[in-house]
């Protein structure tokens, strides 16, 4: 079964480093996601993407964030100057053009940004 | 902004009990997904409703959508060890790729 994969599984970084959470969607789907889950919480929106741009952002999506679609293939989240609070699990999702009605979205393993 | 409510947050049963959480919404959205995520593991697709009223069925699970299309219910019969996780409804406003909205989710633990 095709699937989100995400690289690194886990990064620990130091509070004002940049950090680069890579992704790469099934290949037939068009609309890209990030997530993130700080432990025990719920997961939160971060971002969408489609035709390669935003679609769509949360309040959490503030200037340190950026996303982008180098090469056809990865998707990835860049933090800028990580801070103590971005600690969590990141998750990217993909979801293919689908009738309506059909949203499923096809999440990744996520990976786990630990910032000292 | 939109919200997406979920009730219990834990919920500890004895093998064999049955377990339901409810889900509501702010407001009123055009489908409502719910995912499973295993300790440690990421959110996993079980099923999609898009009707007013709709019921679904997957084994011991059964899941329902409200008539208003703001409120579902996921109910599991005669829980086992292997139901253990967080599970989550998550709602769509629209049908245009936009976000998909996660409740907090309901931890269920079973007691074997």
Same mark, same amino acid.
């Given at each position: 079964?095709?699937?989100?994969?995400?690289?690194?599984?886990?990064?620990? @970084?130091?509070?004002?480093?940049?950090?680069?959470? /890579?992704?790469?969607?099934?290949?037939?789907?068009?609309?890209?996601?990030?997530?993130?889950?700080?432990?025990?919480?719920?997961?939160?929106?971060?971002?969408?993407?489609y035709? +390669?741009?935003?679609?769509?952002?949360?309040? &959490?999506? !503030? !200037?340190?964030?950026?996303?982008?679609?180098? !090469?056809? *293939? +990865?998707? @990835?989240?860049?933090?800028?100057? $990580?801070?103590?609070? !971005?600690?969590?699990?990141? =998750?990217?999702?993909?979801?293919? /053009?689908?009738?309506?009605?059909? +949203?499923?979205?096809?999440?990744?393993?996520?990976?786990?940004? $630990?910032? #000292? | 902004?939109?919200q997406?409510?979920?009730?219990?947050?834990y919920?500890?049963?004895?093998?064999?009990?049955? =377990?339901?959480?409810?889900?509501?919404?702010?407001?009123?959205?055009?489908?409502?997904?719910?995912?499973?995520? /295993?300790?440690?593991?990421?959110?996993? =697709?079980? &099923?999609?409703?898009?009707? *007013?009223?709709?019921?679904?069925?997957?084994?011991? #699970?059964?899941?329902q959508?409200?008539?208003a299309?703001?409120?579902? *219910?996921?109910?599991?019969?005669?829980?086992?060890?292997?139901?253990?996780?967080?599970?989550?409804?998550?709602?769509?406003?629209?049908?245009?790729g936009?976000?998909?909205i996660?409740?907090?989710?309901?931890?269920?633990?079973?007691?074997?």
């Amino acid at each position: 079964e095709p699937e989100v994969t995400q690289t690194p599984s886990h990064q620990v @970084t130091q509070m004002g480093q940049e950090v680069i959470l /890579r992704c790469v969607p099934i290949s037939n789907h068009l609309y890209f996601y990030w997530y993130r889950q700080i432990l025990g919480q719920k997961v939160e929106f971060l971002v969408s993407f489609y035709n +390669n741009e935003i679609s769509e952002k949360s309040e &959490i999506f !503030d !200037d340190q964030f950026s996303v982008e679609r180098p !090469d056809g *293939s +990865n998707f @990835t989240l860049k933090i800028r100057s $990580t801070k103590l609070e !971005d600690s969590a699990m990141y =998750f990217c999702a993909s979801r293919r /053009r689908s009738r309506s009605g059909a +949203n499923v979205l096809t999440f990744g393993a996520g990976s786990r940004l $630990t910032v #000292l | 902004g939109q919200q997406v409510m979920q009730i219990p947050q834990y919920q500890h049963v004895q093998e064999g009990e049955d =377990f339901t959480t409810y889900c509501n919404s702010s407001t009123t959205l055009s489908n409502i997904q719910w995912y499973k995520q /295993r300790p440690g593991g990421h959110p996993v =697709f079980l &099923i999609q409703l898009v009707k *007013s009223g709709e019921v679904k069925k997957q084994k011991r #699970l059964t899941f329902q959508f409200g008539e208003a299309k703001k409120n579902s *219910s996921l109910h599991i019969t005669a829980t086992q060890t292997t139901d253990v996780g967080t599970y989550f409804c998550a709602g769509h406003r629209d049908n245009q790729g936009g976000k998909l909205i996660f409740g907090q989710g309901t931890e269920l633990s079973v007691k074997p």
